[in-house]
């Protein structure tokens, strides 16, 4: 079946610093990309959709310049939290999709526990 | 709007049965997705509907009404490793997901 990889499992970062997470599809082409925020007891909140060669789309009340995302191939997306503070501090998904597979079951990476202290 | 409502949190007992209602509006709608979260873990897929029914597999079902906007997800003969989040989430024109905020299920011996 698809795999999607994510990594960092699990990061922790002083505030101010910069963290970079990873997402890769390992064996699809993910034309599409869903990068999700989860804070505790809380469901998954959409962050932005990106596309393999352009700019992506955030959701409202996302900053793009605070939560920059590269999907510069097909496989590998990334998300940078830059000047991390301690309320960035979530449980980060990452999602894929491939051309054509518009009803099909999201494939999600295991998750990135950032903690910003 | 667009807007999806689940259960908070649902108790029951290892070896019964559960339903979790979702109920939804989009604009649009292509489909329906059940995904099982446990805690600190990505959502694994359960089950798809785009047709009105019952689609069954193994001990987990999962029923979409189209005119209602309703849909369940059955779990039978709970274990207590079922005891986890489940996430309801349809697809509007945009096959854009929007996603209930989930119902935790807590399964007690």
Same mark, same amino acid.
């Given at each position: ?14 505030? &101010?610093?910069?963290? /970079? ?19 505790? /007891?809380? +469901? ?21 310049? /605070? ?9 590998? +997306? ?21 051309? &054509? ?7 999600? &990476? ?8 | ?8 949190? !649902? ?13 939804? *509006?989009? =604009? ?18 359960? =089950? ?13 079902? =999962?029923?979409?009404?189209? =005119? ?10 709970? *274990? !207590? ?29």
């Amino acid at each position: 079946g698809a795999v999607v990889s994510q990594h960092p499992s699990w990061v922790i970062c002083k505030s &101010g610093t910069s963290v /970079k997470i990873e997402c890769r599809s390992l064996d699809f082409q993910a034309t599409t990309m869903f990068w999700y925020r989860q804070f505790p /007891k809380q +469901s998954l909140m959409l962050m932005a959709t990106s596309n393999e060669g352009s700019k992506a789309t955030y959701e409202q009340g996302v900053e793009k310049d /605070k939560f920059l995302i590269n999907h510069a191939s097909l496989t590998l +997306s990334t998300l940078t939290v830059t000047s991390a503070h301690p309320e960035d501090s979530s449980f980060y998904i990452c999602s894929a999709r491939a051309l &054509g597979q518009e009803v099909s079951p999201l494939h999600f &990476g295991n998750g990135t526990r950032l903690t910003v202290t | 709007g667009q807007n999806i409502d689940q259960p908070t949190e !649902m108790t029951a007992t290892e070896g019964a049965i559960v339903q979790i209602n979702c109920t939804y *509006q989009t =604009s649009g709608f292509n489909g329906l997705f059940w995904y099982q979260q446990h805690a600190g873990e990505a959502p694994t897929f359960l =089950s798809y509907n785009v047709l009105d029914g019952l689609e069954e597999k193994g001990r987990f079902s =999962s029923f979409l009404s189209r =005119s209602k906007g309703y849909s369940y997800l059955l779990l039978k003969e709970l *274990q !207590m490793k079922d005891s986890a989040s489940y996430l309801c989430a349809a697809a509007d024109s945009n096959y854009q997901l929007i996603w209930g905020a989930g119902t935790k299920l807590i399964i007690k011996p």
